[in-house]
């Protein structure tokens, strides 16, 4: 039997609005355990890299979407979900063959093949990846992987191509498309730039959130340059470049929003 390692499951308001809703409705948040990335700033470090979480078999994690659905969420939504991606999959076959009906949420890190956005796109309505280099040199040096850029890119032109720009309903929810979100970094403006550029070339039309949720965690501080918080200045250097690029579909993070959730207790969001 198949096994999905997973640290948290409940209603999440941590995402864009379109994707909570209203008061007590919420994302149905589903946080997996593990990571294609090994990012030495990553504020999910206990469940991306430290192995918290437990094992739930396919139908298992079908019944946990369900049973979010008869609490009210607007969706459900897979956080990290990359490295189970099968398994995910027929999940949700199963869970829709139940009565499944709302949104599938993929929130993921960008860094994913052709392979897994294909092999999803049957069953992901909204992808939601975090595009967070336009330099592989920082990627390497952060995140431990190679070619992130390339890899990233033709990952959310996919994504476009195969669900279209975000369509939200009349209540104001999200049901299919594409929203990118960008978290800025300490000493790193340039590389903002680089990559709202890219999004700007791959459609004109983007949803982009710019995250400025950044707290040193995990090993930032052996690295100097991350060791800090993103100051005012950076900030609104992004986001004027984000005006001048003429994105203007999206939100921006507003100061004091980071979410640094402690999955060693209950409910890890409670307090942050």
């Known amino acids: 039997m198949n096994q999905i390692k997973i640290a948290w499951i409940g209603k999440h308001f941590g995402e864009e609005p379109p994707l909570v809703g209203q008061k007590n409705q919420g994302a149905g ?23 918290l979480g437990r094992n739930y078999s396919v139908e298992e994690l079908a019944d946990e979407m369900l049973r979010l659905q008869s609490e009210g969420v607007v969706n459900i939504d897979l956080v990290t979900p990359t490295i189970w991606w099968r398994s995910i999959r027929e999940a949700i076959i199963l869970a829709r063959a139940r009565g499944l009906k709302l949104p599938i949420v993929w ?30 040199e920082m990627a390497e040096k952060y995140s431990g992987v190679k070619k992130y850029f390339g890899t990233a890119v033709r990952a959310i032109r996919r994504m476009i191509e195969l669900n279209g720009e975000l369509k939200i309903n009349k209540n104001g929810l999200a049901e299919r ?11 790193a403006v340039e590389n903002s730039f680089g990559v709202l ?4 070339n791959i459609s004109p039309k983007i949803h982009v959130a710019l995250m400025n ?21 950076e900030f609104a250097s992004v986001r004027a470049r984000m005006d001048l690029l003429g994105i203007r579909n999206g939100w921006v993070q507003g ?7 402690d999955f060693n207790v209950g409910d890890p969001f409670q307090s942050v």
Do not use: W
């Open 29 to 51: 948040g589903i946080f997996f355990s593990g990571c294609n990335l090994r990012c030495v700033f990553c504020q999910n470090v206990q469940i991306s890299q430290g192995g």
């Open 107 to 136: 929130n993921s890190n960008a860094y994913e093949s052709l392979e897994i956005i294909n092999g999803v796109a049957d069953v992901v309505d909204i992808f939601l990846p975090d595009f967070k280099y336009a330099d592989d």
């Open 177 to 187: 498309g594409v929203i990118v979100r960008h978290l800025v970094l300490p000493n």
């Open 197 to 200: 550029e890219t999004l700007v």
């Open 213 to 233: 949720q950044y707290v040193p965690m995990a090993r930032a501080m052996e690295f100097p340059d991350i060791n800090r918080r993103v100051s005012d200045e």
């Open 255 to 261: 100061e004091g929003e980071a979410m640094v959730p």
